[in-house]
């Protein structure tokens, strides 16, 4: 069956790698992002709609796709205040969730992070359980909320923090077996095909993915 996808962040390091494996997917024939500004990327089966975010229930039928897949996401340090962390974290992906579905979307692929729960100490993760429990309340067919820890790629834009935690990525990774390793370093490249592989895979209802997916349920 031909689908349709919507993604938005897509200039993000794991967003634009979802692009470019939908325009290869055969399973998808229209691939639309939400950006912005321009991508630079041209392709027959994909349409890039600029926006700022602020009136996506504006946009009507241009969001009627199947699935949707949410990168959106900043840091603290890199929004400048808590405020401005929770615009982006929840308040655009909650409003993208809202839009969406009203325009017909089945389901909504999300990036979270691991430890997220409305009543962690920490101020980020609590901000990730409140976008989760907003999504999942909206009304999808299907919700798929994944967990990574830290990603790991080459980002546009200079994030020291992670820069750092980069260079010890090697060693994070050894110390996060078994139990722990839902929190080892986590390469963009595998993020972006674990949203694609939930997509396809037909399960209804709500679900939490830590990373890496297990080859039969994924469910937490």
Do not use: W
């Not at 997917?25 to 600029?50: C, K, N, S």
């Not at 946009?59 to 949410?70: E, N, P, R, S």
């Not at 429990?133 to 999808?140: E, K, L, M, P, Y």
């Amino acid at each position: 069956m031909e689908r349709s996808a919507l993604v938005a962040g897509a200039s993000g390091l794991v967003g634009h790698r979802v692009v470019d494996r939908l325009l290869r997917d055969p399973a998808y024939t229209r691939v639309v992002v939400l950006a912005r500004r321009p991508l630079g990327l041209e392709h027959p089966q994909l349409t890039t709609i600029l926006t700022d975010f602020g009136e996506l229930a504006t946009l009507g039928a241009a969001l009627a796709v199947d699935d949707v897949f949410c990168c959106l996401g900043t840091t603290l340090r890199a929004a400048g205040s808590k405020d401005a962390f929770a615009d982006v974290d929840y308040r655009m992906v909650v409003d993208l969730a809202r839009a969406t579905h009203a325009a017909g979307a089945q389901q909504f692929i999300v990036i979270s992070a691991v430890g997220a729960s409305e009543h962690a100490l920490a101020y980020y993760s609590r901000v990730k359980g409140r976008m989760e429990a907003a999504v999942r309340a909206i009304g999808f067919e299907a919700v798929h909320i994944v967990r990574p820890s830290l990603l790991l790629g080459e980002r546009r834009e200079f994030r020291r923090g992670e820069a750092y935690a980069q260079r010890f990525a090697p060693l994070l990774a050894k110390l996060a077996a078994g139990p722990l390793q839902r929190y080892r370093p986590v390469p963009a490249d595998e993020v972006a095909e674990a949203m694609l592989r939930l997509a396809l895979r037909g399960e209804r209802g709500a679900h939490v993915h830590h990373l890496p997916l297990p080859d039969d349920n994924d469910a937490d």
